[in-house]
């Protein structure tokens, strides 16, 4: 399944932060002979692109506004990351890992999945709140992550609490424990997704 085959499909892994979507989305882009992109990369360069630094990274205060003119990075990190999906979806298979953590970038992937003619499984990554919690805090202080990452990927007891909720419909959703990554059993989570994307298929 996948480039070799001339199978085309998007798989999206998803779920809070420190869930281990980019420890579990290459992996299975691997196994299912598929393209990796990350959301997460796109965020880290768009941020990267300001000289020398990125004032949210040092203020305390910052707002995006200057004068009457509204910075918008969320915005232009969903809107690469959504086109990148319509376009290599039209050539390949697809494994993209995502947070949805705002109601407006659900919204947009909605808008965007109008365009996206292939089947779609979501792969949801949840996990004990306070495992992902204490994860996202070392992970933070590690000093080997992007420091926009550092800096606002370490989220309250309530961010957690609240859990995630899958983006796609219930029979297109793959629910996997994370809460110990060693544990995870790639095998059956590639057999599954194959299994979610063949019923859309036939």
């Known amino acids: 399944m996948g480039e070799s085959s001339g199978t085309r499909f998007l798989v999206l892994v998803t779920g809070l932060a420190a869930a281990g979507k980019t420890t579990v989305a290459p992996m299975l882009a691997e196994r299912l002979d598929a393209l990796w992109i990350s959301r997460d990369r796109i965020h880290e360069m768009v941020y990267s692109g300001w000289e020398p630094t990125h004032p949210a990274l040092f203020s305390e205060s910052y707002a995006p506004r200057v004068g009457e003119s509204v910075y918008m990075e969320g915005s232009v990190t969903w809107s690469i990351f959504l086109w990148m999906l319509q376009r290599t979806t039209t050539r390949t298979a697809v ?88 544990q995870l059993d790639l095998n059956a989570l590639v057999e599954e997704v194959r299994d979610r994307l063949s019923r859309q298929i036939r």
């Open 95 to 182: 494994v993209a890992d995502t947070p949805f953590n705002h109601e407006w970038n659900r919204s947009m992937f909605r808008e965007a999945a109008a365009d996206i003619e292939v089947p779609v499984v979501e792969v949801a990554l949840q996990g004990d709140p306070d495992v992902l919690r204490e994860r996202a805090v070392l992970r933070a202080a590690s000093g080997s992550v992007h420091e926009i990452k550092a800096t606002f990927s370490v989220n309250g007891h309530d961010y957690y609490a609240l859990g995630y909720q899958p983006v796609l419909a219930e029979d297109q959703v793959v629910h996997v424990d994370t809460t110990n990554l060693d």
